[in-house]
């Protein structure tokens, strides 16, 4: 049994070491990052709105973890019964990114799919101990509310 037990943490080394590759964008209900407090100033740089206002986008700044204080702040429908919009962020492995271009922003429009965001996001990569930069793209459906990403280099 001991010697199972020491083998196990080198067994899962590589799995371990393949997530940490693996680049996870998440998408999370608003909760703390979201607070006004973190909205990232100048806010007139750092907001834009999409749909005739019915969408925004900002740049959320947490300061800490410094790697990864970086997150994208998204309100839109589809609208609740109390008539407020749905709330979510855009992280990178459950915390942020250690970097947004938000400047670079840019957006497109498909009936099919719905709104689409492509910017640049800079990520720690510890098998190099610095950052690097990917795309990343995120679509909105606004009658499901519904997100997806996907993160190239």
Not at 33 to 46: I, R
Not at 103 to 124: H, I, K, M, R, W
Not at 129 to 153: E, K, M, P, V
């Given at each position: 049994?001991?010697?199972?037990?020491?083998?196990?943490?080198?067994?899962?080394?590589?799995?371990?070491?393949?997530?940490?590759?693996?680049?996870?964008?998440?998408?999370?209900?608003?909760?703390?990052?979201?607070?006004?407090?973190?909205?990232?100033?100048?806010?007139?740089?750092?907001?834009?709105?999409?749909?005739?206002?019915?969408?925004?986008?900002?740049?959320?700044?947490?300061?800490?973890?410094?790697?990864?204080?970086?997150?994208?702040?998204?309100?839109?429908?589809?609208?609740?019964?109390?008539?407020?919009?749905?709330?979510?962020?855009?992280?990178?492995?459950?915390?942020?990114?250690?970097?947004?271009?938000f400047?670079?922003?840019?957006?497109?429009?498909?009936?099919?799919?719905?709104?689409?965001?492509?910017?640049?996001?800079?990520?720690?990569?510890?098998?190099i101990?610095?950052?690097?930069?990917?795309?990343?793209?995120?679509?909105?459906?606004?009658?499901?509310?519904?997100?997806?990403?996907?993160?190239?280099?």
């Open positions: 049994m001991p010697r199972f037990l020491t083998a196990l943490p080198l067994a899962l080394l590589p799995a371990l070491a393949a997530a940490q590759e693996d680049p996870v964008v998440t998408v999370s209900d608003c909760d703390w990052q979201a607070s006004a407090w973190n909205l990232a100033e100048p806010w007139e740089e750092n907001s834009r709105t999409f749909s005739n206002g019915k969408t925004r986008l900002a740049l959320l700044d947490t300061i800490e973890p410094a790697a990864a204080w970086a997150h994208i702040l998204v309100l839109s429908p589809p609208y609740s019964e109390m008539g407020d919009r749905q709330c979510k962020t855009i992280g990178y492995g459950g915390m942020g990114f250690g970097g947004i271009r400047n670079e922003l840019t957006s497109s429009y498909d009936p099919a799919t719905g709104l689409s965001f492509n910017v640049p996001v800079q990520a720690y990569n510890s098998a101990a610095d950052f690097d930069w990917y795309s990343l793209r995120f679509t909105l459906n606004q009658a499901t509310g519904d997100i997806t990403t996907a993160l190239t280099q």
